[in-house]
């Protein structure tokens, strides 16, 4: 069993004393291991942040001391009590009764005790004796407390009073979304209908927020993507004086070829307007204004120098060898490349990666627009089995590296999108409650991406904790599709999204694309196409490179790569297409549609059968 020691302690924080009691507490704790401690100040957060980051690591019982009294600095209790599940009152009171019997100030103490997911949190003095003496009355009947903590039921201790309770094994009995205190108990069919695609698109639809209008800088990363909330029109002409288009002389054109002086010199820079009469040329460079008066550019190559000024640095007369020079020649009118009053970009529109939109505000003097906010979104593994591949640690049996998250990560901020990374959850329900409450109102994410837990394992958590610990609405729990099948999408209040996806690699990002991309474009949005519920990646039709077996019962959506060959678009399996098998997504650049053989009538798609596919990236050469 784990123990982490946080003191909570001004003075000892900021180096002004040293810390007693880690050692005091370390010599008392017998077979406990002690796996951390710290020191924080007297607040809240710090205190919470340490004992939730400890929660997160499984540690078994924290201990903390100090802020327990009555000074008005001491607030360890109010900053423990939040955070508990339930109050474990029995150990509260053996402490206060331990040390009154040693001292009456022990009245003023005010310890709290209690679990959070599945750690005991227990607050102590901060001297250390008062710590060692409180730890010391409660000692004996904690590896009870924690024994039971670690079981899914605190009845397997008590084995006579579980007896009563063997009718539950019919889930007929359960309510539907019961987070069920005993696996005896569980569910042994999903209470969840398996609905279609299109019906889990209806819902998506229904319950995707509606977009918020934010005004955003033209040179913001974010902006590419977004869509344009308001028509934006020109408040100028572009170019708003008339410039000339190539380097060379400014002309009256009726005055026809010949050798004229030059009056004067147009720069492409801050100008005073110039004055050309008949027999004058002015010498020009591209994108100067042109001097009023002139109504032609000849280029410089058809022009001859006659003759120098004195000292010879400068132009004096030049020839016009060019015959048959029009009005207007070289020359961009006021407001031919963008009219005054006219529309840059329309409402709806899109804001490419290719700069083009940008390079259209700027040009009209707009440094700043309003578009739909796109929803940050937060994403959250969870698993007892998942080690963070970046922590470096060594896998024990039966733990996997989490390879969702950073899956999902790459993904999401791919699309354009703010991602908040909230790590991995333990699989118990305080620690599940803890993180997404967190992410909601502290982190003020729009949108919860989880995986794992969403299935028929005891340990599967998700749904129970959304709906009965959270509050939240499940508008569907499974979908008839392979893979992805539990995939689970819900709402918190009005204004929060989630989708608990399946941990198997491939069926979450599978989902990713199927489902909560969409989500994501409508709420940045973006119009569905014609006849279409929600806005999607590209579908485009493409021929099967070789015969693909159907699935019996689900609607699957396999990885393919798709290249062009003669005029049509091939799509190759990536291989084993197993749920676990995430190494089916490199090189896929599609998603192939494939109906259930049952629905189909055939248990195979034969070679150069055109289907649907969802390109999930580009089509590469
Ligand atoms: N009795 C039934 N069992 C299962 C059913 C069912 O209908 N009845 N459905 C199966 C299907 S389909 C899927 S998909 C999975 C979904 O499982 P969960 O969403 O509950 O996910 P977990 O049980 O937590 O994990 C499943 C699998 O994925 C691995 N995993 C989880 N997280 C990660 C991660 N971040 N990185 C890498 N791998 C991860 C995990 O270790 C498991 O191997 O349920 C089937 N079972
Ligand atoms: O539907 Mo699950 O995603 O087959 O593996
Ligand atoms: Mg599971």
Redesign the pocket.
Known sequence: MTVGILVVSQSVSRGLSADKVVDALKQRLDGLELKAHKVVPDKKEDIQAAVLDWVRQDIKLILTAGGTGFSKTDITPEAIEPLLDRKAPGLVHAMLSYSLQITPFAMLARPVAGVCGETLIVTLPGSPKGATENFQAIKEIIGHALAQLGTESSRSLHKEARSGHHHHHHHGNLAKHELVDSVVARHRV?PYPAISVDEAYSKISENTPGPEVIEVSILEPRIVGSVVAENVTAQMDVPNFRASIVDGYAVISSDGPGVYPVVSVSHASKNDQKQLVAGQIARITTGAPLPEGADAVVMVEETRLVETTEGGSEEKLVEILAKNVRAGENIRAVGSDTRKESLVLAKGSRISPGGGEIGALASVGVNKIKVYRKPVIGLL???N??QDVLAENALHYGE??????PTLVSMVQNCGYEVVDLG?APDNKGSLVKIIRDAVDVKKIDCLIT???????EL?LLKPTIENELHGTIHFGRVRMK????TTFATIGRSTVIFA?????A?SSVCYHLFVLPCLLKWQGIEPALGQKLPTEPIVKVKLAEDLKLDPQRPEYQRVSIRQRDMALVATSTGFQR??N?ASFKKANGLVCLPAASDFGKTVLATGTVVDAILIDQIYM
């Open positions: 999903s593994s969870t698993g089995e998942l996997i590296y989490d390879s969702n998250r991995i995986t794992g837990g969403v299935s028929m394992g599967d893979p992805g099948k539990p996806l399946p941990g198997n690699p069926s749920s676990s995430i």
